[in-house]
């Protein structure tokens, strides 16, 4: 009878024979290294096969029960790291390989580092090592009920006591309480507060940091003048195991010490300290930013990989010769939406990597003073955060979406990650606020190397090469194309570079009148432009990275990347005669989508050993419809078996709502009494 | 202290205060009459004011706690019915306005009215008093674990037997299972299975339907040779309340009687009398679809009335004269986004409201054997069920995203909304299967009309009638532009209906190579322009059936949505040079942008009236952020208190897990054990 699974093991067996790529080859290319890849592997086989990190009755749990399955992982992790003797940095892989967000990444992310490179040595002294090893618990104070994006606006005050050389931390309205504070809630002992310092004088010196003790180390009780809570669900059910909390304070008092002074200091007398370079203090949120490209691509490489792996064993519509319907994934209609996909997931994972290692040398520099990379790098991340997590967020319901009606299933596993990953786009910096921030760095570069000329064109910079296009004002021109021309990788870029330029150059023509979606659209083409130029110099080092074999399909993937980022610029592009009108009234942009078209069919045969190359175990991708092994019919009904409302043949509420409502019925049809 | 609430609260008096336009004609307008408005008032007081339809505790609730909830609202309405003596009118208007999925809707939307149009006399008089009454409860078993969208390959079959004069239902494999059926799971008591109708001589004559007992009256245990289930929760914790269902069937008897049998039926003796009109099945799909423009048309009036609300109390940024910081509002990049959504609201549920008035003028002539709407209706309802749901699902995520950090929150609403929706793009016809079909049916029209012209041209109907432009097929031209000229709603339409035109007659051009999007952006094309004709009567009707105040805001308003239509289009207008190239490299579409920047400014203080236009009450919307007093923050915190994890002070997990946590940290810093 149960003839499906075995036609949908066989499909997924036969798709990944046809393939040529070696999948091994392409996870230590992927995990940045074969090593990696085998530390990986070593973290994901202690978790998957610890029952506290199991996720079978993850669906059918209450946020309360989340809430403490996630603490019962953290726990778990911390005795894994003493049992198999974990470093910090196979902890913080457990973190990401665990991804589901858990009470304490925030102490990680945000409060320990905050702590570690802007605390006084007396708090360090005090603290450091606790934090270490989460002997206390943290989490970072910043958004307000009333304000989020605009912090100087906070209302939390911080003011100096010189008498007793402490401050009052002190929440003066409703909205001035902290809120959705990751970890607040109900499991950190401590935070750094965001509050606005105000001098003995009175002054008001703007938004600045304090370490602040929330709960008892004795019994967890929240300490006096403190009212914490948990601010409840959030939306679809996302980031449910998190205690996103608030938080008020009621004059409360902390000493001196506790004032984070790395880069502002409050002398003992109340005497303000400059600063000496205060733009430093945004390096902490650029890393954070940087990290989330590399959290996109690995967002999309799930979605990816499960509708891909889903669509591969599904059959349906016209049979082939083999008298079965045909695989979804070989409709262009399926295809050309899912390939793009998997595409930008290899993209942003190994742009991301790129971006740690700038992000480090910029740290070298900063160490040692030279801030002069830091623009440069709050210009990239501003927009590579925007654009990963505007098109991760995008991908994930394309892939959810492709696998039609049981895409909506929880089962399915994509829904789960949307939901979880759909923040992304409103925490570190609202993206509508990050495009403007994009724009203003591209127009000032725009105003020195081209305008003014105070710059060489030579001092481009990564973020700013495209400007090389207006050198000449006049140069910007459509290349005249013929149908092969797409192959070539550097006809996209230099068409995204284009782009770019001469929408900036529009953009400063209107500079005090753009229309309303300007920023996002000139926002988007600056990034296009630079993620562009960074793929172009990955294809050129496939050869050292991979074998002959895979570089000729990474090639190709990455070619697809470009040439869809064209096709999502073809407004602009044919805005500004880039591309040349065909003869009479025929679509110039069908070239393009044409070849796009072509590259999906070159790239469907290697399609299941790409997602393979992801390196997930079934217990990562929790999907019943994206298992390794195609099954999932079968395991959809394995997972179906498990719902509550299936442990009785009848419903608790039958005898309460339904047999009324059917006597009712019948009374009304003139039927004998039930 | 709480100086927030009453700023909130000043900020959207002020709001309403500065507009002109009266929400009472709106609300007559929006709602079809006078008398229909007051109806809804009418029910919207029962429902608000009864606890069983209280809101307050849903963000807390299990599924199986959601369930029997439904059942409850469920009993109750019907119990309402009686107590008031609502009509079956008031009933089905009573279910739109709860809002929420509940597990009977389906016998509502389908069982029902398939047994009525299709059961056979003998089988009504056994059951329809009984269906009218809800003496048993229906569902409709199409959709299998292994097939949606093909419906010809349904694998569960249905035996003829003429020995005994009955079928017999089965399911042959797994993948027959029925899946997805809602109210199945643990509520339906019948239900009308889709089965392939096989002869006494095995021969198989495709999908038929068949009326089945599911579950005894007596104790609602599952009837013998039956399995039934509910499939688990859906993603994003939507659609939580249904209990969507599986069923399996092991040859399970029928008598000949519960074949439905109005258009195809079989002799006792076994013989397949044909359908005289196999296309009429079809009307009652084509039904559902055409509701769904309304009920698309809401959802995205609540989500701009939320988040246009939020928007109007939520001040950031930059201060104003005021000394406060600027109604977000007030940005551009914020109401460019919002507007356009509201005014699709107000699109799309008159344009439901025309289509019911269409697809009632269709039943008339089917009732007659008239069958010559149908293809029209079919290709009409195809469209734009694809372009309602695609586009308000992107508006739910829109609104909610406007609204920044707190949008995520459960307690802002928009993101229950949308999970509930979210479904709406895959049911009732995949979006990109209904895309060919739309595709098709052009393509059969512009052959009749515009090549063969076995048709004249006078023949066009609403859905065809931009092949008009194609009469002679040179004369698609561009048309030169002043910047004014995109005032007239004429310029829009003509725009959306040469693009239309040019599409089809470019998807011709390739009838055997079209690249993979092409009948995506072939079928929007196509529905933007019927939409936008429509559009263009809305608005020459409107000085008839609004005030001369309201006709001239509505107008903007209808002219917005066409000006958004043609910035959505603009690829395709740019790619057939429907739009002239400005001189130099200046963006010929900024003309277009700013008259789209301008009509917001217009439309701006008129926003928040236009929202109490849909004569929301706050029970409706059940949003802290959308409320009609615009107290938000306080809401917002009165709903946090609501938390099951903030019932305690220290959590539950504390001893087990993070106690143990802090004592290791302790121990592991050297300091003394906590």
Redesign the interface.
């Known amino acids: ?5 075995t036609q949908n093991m066989a499909d997924m067996a036969r798709a990944r024979e046809r393939g040529a790529v070696d999948p091994a080859k392409l996870q230590a290319f992927i995990w940045g290294g074969q090593r990696e890849w085998e530390a990986k592997q070593r973290i994901v086989s202690l978790l998957s096969n610890d029952p506290v990190f199991d996720k079978a009755r993850r ?2 749990l ?3 029960e989340l ?2 399955r996630a ?2 992982m ?2 778990r992790l ?1 005795e894994l790291k ?1 049992e198999h003797g974990m470093s910090t940095t196979d902890v913080a892989a457990a973190v990401q390989l665990i991804a589901e967000p858990l009470p304490m990444v925030l102490h990680d992310a945000a409060f320990e580092p905050i702590v570690r490179s802007q605390g006084s040595p007396e708090l360090k002294k005090e603290f450091q ?2 934090i ?6 943290g989490c970072y104070l910043q ?1 307000e ?6 912090v100087a ?1 906070l209302e939390t005050t911080a003011t100096y006591i010189p008498e007793s050389r402490e401050f009052e931390i002190h929440s ?4 001035s ?1 902290k ?2 504070v990751g970890g607040l ?3 950190a ?1 401590h935070g750094v507060v965001q509050a606005r310092l105000i001098m003995p004088d009175g002054k008001d010196m703007g938004p600045h940091l304090f370490f602040v003790q929330l709960r008892s ?6 300490m006096p003048g403190i009212t914490i ?11 449910a195991a998190v ?1 996103n909390g ?1 938080a008020r304070f009621d004059h409360v008092r902390v000493p001196l010490k506790y004032m984070l002074s790395a880069f502002a200091a409050v002398t003992p007398d109340g005497r303000y300290v400059q600063p000496p370079h205060a733009k430093l203090s945004y390096a902490g949120m650029l890393y954070i930013r940087s990290t989330m490209v590399t959290t996109g691509g690995w967002a999309i490489a799930k979605g990816a990989t499960i509708a891909i792996r889903y669509a591969t064993v599904r ?3 016209s049979k082939g010769a083999d008298g079965l ?1 045909r695989q979804v994934i070989t409709y ?5 939406r899912l390939l793009p996909a998997l595409a930008r997931a290899y993209v942003f994972i190994l742009l991301g990597r790129n971006l740690s290692k700038a992000f480090s040398a910029m740290s070298a520099r900063l160490a040692a003073g030279d801030t002069s990379l830091l623009a440069e790098m709050h210009a990239t991340t501003s927009g590579l955060k925007v654009l990963v997590t505007t098109t991760a967020i995008e991908d994930l319901e394309t892939a ?2 492709s696998m ?2 049981h ?6 596993g ?3 990650i ?2 979880d990953y ?2 992304a ?3 570190e910096g ?3 606020v990050l495009d403007q921030q994009v724009v203003r760095a591209a127009l000032k570069a725009y105003d020195g190397l081209v305008v003014r000329r105070t710059r060489a064109i030579t001092d481009v910079t990564p973020s700013t090469s495209y400007l090389q296009h207006l050198v000449d004002r006049e140069t ?1 021109s459509s290349s005249p194309r013929t149908p092969g021309s797409w192959e070539d990788p550097k006809a996209s870029i230099v068409m995204l570079e284009k782009r770019a330029a ?1 929408m900036v ?2 953009r400063a ?2 500079l005090h ?1 753009p ?6 659209r000139v926002a988007r083409a600056v990034t296009d432009a630079f993620v562009a130029a960074q793929v172009g110099e990955i294809i050129d080092s496939l050869s050292d990275t991979v074998g002959a074999q895979e570089a000729t399909v990474l090639r190709k993937l990455y070619l697809l990347h470009l040439l869809t980022a064209v096709e999502h610029g ?3 592009i ?4 880039l591309l040349p ?1 065909s003869e009479g ?6 070239d393009l ?2 070849a ?2 072509r590259l ?1 069919a070159e790239i469907l045969p290697e399609a299941i050993r790409l997602t393979d190359g992801f390196g997930f175990v079934d217990w990562e991708l929790d999907s019943a419809l994206g298992r390794y092994d195609g099954n999932a ?2 395991e ?2 394995k ?8 442990k009785s ?6 005898e ?7 006597v ?8 004998p009494k ?1």
Chains 1, 2 share one sequence.
């Not at 043949?649 to 039958?654: L, P």
């Open positions: 009878m149960h003839t499906a699974p669906p059918f209450t946020r309360t809430y403490q603490l019962a953290t726990k911390y003493d090592d606790l270490v090893n989460r002997g206390i618990l958004t009920l009333g304000h989020g994006t605009n606006a003066p309205t409703l909205t309480s809120w959705w809630g109900k499991t002992t180390l004795e019994d967890h009780r929240v809570g948990d601010i409840g669900p959030k939306a679809m059910a996302g980031y205690d608030y059959r349906q519509g319907e262009p209609s399926v295809h050309y959810r979406r039609g009606g895409g909506f299933s929880e089962f399915a994509v829904g789960r949307y939901a759909l923040p786009a409103t925490y609202d993206n509508y910007i001469a150059a529009e023509r209107h009148d229309d309303a979606g300007s920023d996002h073809l407004v602009d044919l805005s500004f005669g009108r009234r025929a679509d110039p942009a069908r989508r044409m796009i078209d999906c019919y079968e959809l009904w997972r179906t078996q498990l719902e509550p409302l299936n043949e009848v419903a608790d509420g039958y309460d709502y339904i047999k009324p409502l059917l009712r019925g019948h009374r009304l049809a003139g039927r039930l």
